[in-house]
């Protein structure tokens, strides 16, 4: 995990936030955590008990009270099933504020506190076949437990959020409006998107005959806690974008930022490869432990959620790029395009490669 010292008028904004929970003590010490690209995250520890510390951001979350909602909802269904026996990972629960609340809400933002758990470790990059074939289970273990979840209660935190066409409209109405004028620096780019008809009508079918999952929609490789004991996955952590979704979507989330040997803002496209063990054990881990909760229709659209993420994403990246930066956060001017030509490159080298990797889902 990314840990960096914190400045002094963000401490002084955290100090006052932690007046509003009752775990902090006096001598804590604080410092970032993580490295997500839309809220700010902060490991606080405080006594024995540290915990996280969360400023939910605003611009993409319009109502952060939705989504801590829907993360105590599932977190309760997600405790039930722990306690039959049908839940083998470990919950992870926001903590209540002095307001007897999740939410905490003042005028420096939306904040909440989330449990911590000790002797566990994030990574930013798979190494292993076998630490892909953890990955696998812990989502699809997290996939099956959600099978029976109320999905109506549930909040469409980000409506059309994995919808295909919807993200090619945002992007078409970026490049029209052309708002900070870089347009013509990603014309190539644009074009590759819109020559891609053939897989976008291949989506378009293919969602018409999917059931609808609750799905956790983020199953970056970052999203999981692994065991410093064991060096197994044992806990799914940012259920903020648990929605409505199809299982091809979390498996495509995941081969996304597995598979390739490079990070999703890497430059060296040209070195990019796509690595087939660890596509293999994860395939073999979602799918033997999803067992009976994934049909024959659902296998068959993993391949195409695999190709579906990385497209999706650079599809996002360019229109946030088009826009000005509004939306993930950047480290400099040319990150987001930077982003979306590697997403595409992973794209186009899963594209070329779709004959073996069927062959390697067939076959398990
Ligand atoms: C964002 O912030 P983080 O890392 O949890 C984004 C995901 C992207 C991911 C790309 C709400 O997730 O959809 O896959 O960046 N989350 C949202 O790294 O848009
Ligand atoms: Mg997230």
Avoid at 110 to 132: G, K, L, M
Avoid at 277 to 298: M, N, P, Q, R
Wanted: glycine fraction near 4%.
């Amino acid at each position: 995990m990314n840990k960096t010292i914190i400045e002094d008028e963000l401490q002084l904004t955290l100090d006052s936030v932690l007046t509003h929970f009752q775990r902090s003590s006096p001598g804590y010490s604080i410092s970032s955590l993580g490295n997500g690209l839309i809220n700010h995250t902060y490991l606080v520890k405080a006594g024995n008990k540290p915990f996280v510390l969360q400023r939910i951001n605003e611009h993409v979350f319009r109502q952060p009270w939705l989504v801590t909602r829907n993360a105590d909802l599932i977190n309760q269904h997600l405790i039930m099933k722990k306690q039959l026996g049908n839940y083998p990972l470990a919950t992870i629960s926001q903590l209540t504020n002095t307001k007897d609340d999740t939410l905490l809400q003042l005028d420096s933002g939306y904040w909440r506190a989330i449990e911590f758990i000790p002797c566990s470790y994030s990574v930013d990059a798979v190494t292993t076949p076998q630490q892909a074939e953890s990955v696998a289970n812990a989502f699809a273990e997290f996939n099956a437990a959600l099978s029976d979840f109320p999905a109506q209660t549930l909040s469409e935190i980000i409506p059309d959020f994995h919808h295909l066409a919807h993200r090619l409209q945002q992007l078409t109405e970026a490049i029209n409006t052309d708002k900070v004028k870089r347009k013509s620096r990603c014309q190539p780019l644009i074009d590759y998107c819109f020559e891609q008809q053939i897989f976008i009508k291949e989506v378009a079918d293919l969602i018409n005959t999917l059931p609808v999952k609750v799905t956790h929609n983020d199953t970056k490789i970052n999203n999981l806690l692994f065991s410093s004991n064991t060096h197994q996955a044992i806990a799914v952590i940012d259920l903020d974008t648990c929605m409505p979704g199809f299982l091809m979507h979390d498996f495509g989330d995941m081969v996304r930022t597995c598979c390739s040997n490079l990070p999703e803002d890497s430059g060296a496209l040209d070195q990019m490869t796509i690595r087939l063990d660890i596509f293999s054990s994860l395939a073999k881990g979602y799918i033997s432990t999803l067992d009976k909760h994934i049909s024959e229709i659902e296998k068959g659209s993993l391949l195409v959620g695999a190709l579906l993420i990385p497209f999706m994403m650079a599809v996002r990246f360019l229109t946030d790029y088009l826009d000005g930066d509004n939306y993930f956060h950047i480290k400099h001017q040319e990150h987001n395009l930077e982003r979306a030509k590697n997403q595409m490159q992973l794209f186009k080298l899963l594209s070329q490669q779709r004959e073996q990797l069927d062959d390697i889902i067939a076959n398990i």
